[in-house]
Antibody
Framework: QLQLQESGPGLVKPSETLSLACTVS??????????WVWIRQPPGKGLEWIGSVYYSGRTYYNPSLKSRVTISVDTSNNQFSLKLDSMTAADTAVYYCATLRVATIYFDYWGQGTLVTVSS | QSALTQPASVSGSPGQSIIISCTGT?????????VSWYQQHPGKAPKLMIYGVSNRPSGVSNRFSGSKSGNTASLTISGLQAEDESDYYCSSYTSSGTLYVFGTGTKVTVL
C-alpha cells in the first residue's frame, strides 16, 4: 500500500522560504504510474494544486505560484520536495503531498498533511 | 482559472439521496472526462470517492455515484448515513493553464 508522509517546519517567517519533503513508501517512484504532487488548503478554505513532478524530473506548476515554486524529486531516497519562496501570511495552509495517477488523472493517495503557519 | 462552483451546503435525512453539483466550463468539466470527487472529514486528508466522472475506487461504497452533463458534474449519495457528513470537493483537469482545478467545496449535513 502506497503511503506518503510530509515533513518540514510548522512555522515560517514572512519573506522566508518554505521547504517541505514527502517520503514515499510502498511503491517505486520510478514506476512511471504517478505524478508526485503538492496541494495546499488554507484554514477553512478549499484545495489548491501547487504543482507536480514526474520521476524524470519534469515539473508542472500552478501559474499563480510558478514564480515562487520549485518541486524536485529524489527517487534514490524515495522523496520529493517543495520549496516556496517569499512566504506571506496568505501562504498559511495545510500542505499535502499526493499522487496523481497518470493517464486517468485523479489524486488517489494523500499524506496526512502538515500545517504551515507564516508568522514573525 | 477560477475554482469550479459547488453549493456551499447540502443536507438530507438518513436514508435519503442527495446530489452535489459541480459547475465548470468547456475547458474543464465539459471538455474532459477527468472529473473526480473527494470526501474530507475535519482535520483529515481528502479521500478519493469517484474518478473518471463515474468510477468508484475499490472500497468506496456503491451508495456514491457520479455523472456529468455538459459543463456540470454531479455526485449522488444514496441512502444517506451519518458517516457521510463531511466536506466534498470536485476536481477536474483543465486546459486553461492551471492544469488541475478544485471545486469550492460542499458541506453535507445529515439531519
Amino acid at each position: 500500500q502506497l503511503q506518503l508522509q510530509e515533513s518540514g517546519p510548522g512555522l515560517v517567517k514572512p519573506s522566508e522560504t518554505l521547504s517541505l519533503a514527502c517520503t514515499v513508501s510502498g511503491a517505486s517512484m520510478s514506476s512511471g504510474s504517478y505524478y508526485w504532487v503538492w496541494i495546499r488548503q488554507p484554514p477553512g478554505k478549499g484545495l489548491e494544486w501547487i504543482g507536480s513532478v514526474y520521476y524524470s524530473g519534469r515539473t508542472y506548476y500552478n501559474p499563480s505560484l510558478k514564480s515562487r515554486v520549485t518541486i524536485s524529486v529524489d527517487t534514490s531516497n524515495n522523496q520529493f520536495s517543495l520549496k516556496l519562496d517569499s512566504m506571506t501570511a496568505a501562504d498559511t495552509a495545510v500542505y499535502y503531498c499526493a499522487t496523481l495517477r497518470v493517464a486517468t488523472i485523479y489524486f488517489d493517495y494523500w499524506g496526512q498533511g502538515t500545517l504551515v503557519t507564516v508568522s514573525s | 482559472q477560477s475554482a469550479l462552483t459547488q453549493p456551499a451546503s447540502v443536507s438530507g435525512s438518513p436514508g435519503q439521496s442527495i446530489i452535489i453539483s459541480c459547475t465548470g466550463t468547456s475547458s474543464d468539466i465539459g471538455g474532459y472526462n477527468y472529473v473526480s470527487w473527494y470526501q474530507q472529514h475535519p482535520g483529515k486528508a481528502p479521500k478519493l470517492m469517484i474518478y473518471g466522472v463515474s468510477n468508484r475506487p475499490s472500497g468506496v461504497s456503491n451508495r456514491f455515484s457520479g455523472s456529468k452533463s455538459g459543463n456540470t458534474a454531479s455526485l449522488t449519495i444514496s441512502g444517506l448515513q451519518a458517516e457521510d457528513e463531511s466536506d466534498y470537493y470536485c476536481s477536474s483537469y483543465t486546459s486553461s493553464g492551471t492544469l488541475y482545478v478544485f471545486g469550492t467545496g460542499t458541506k453535507v449535513t445529515v439531519l
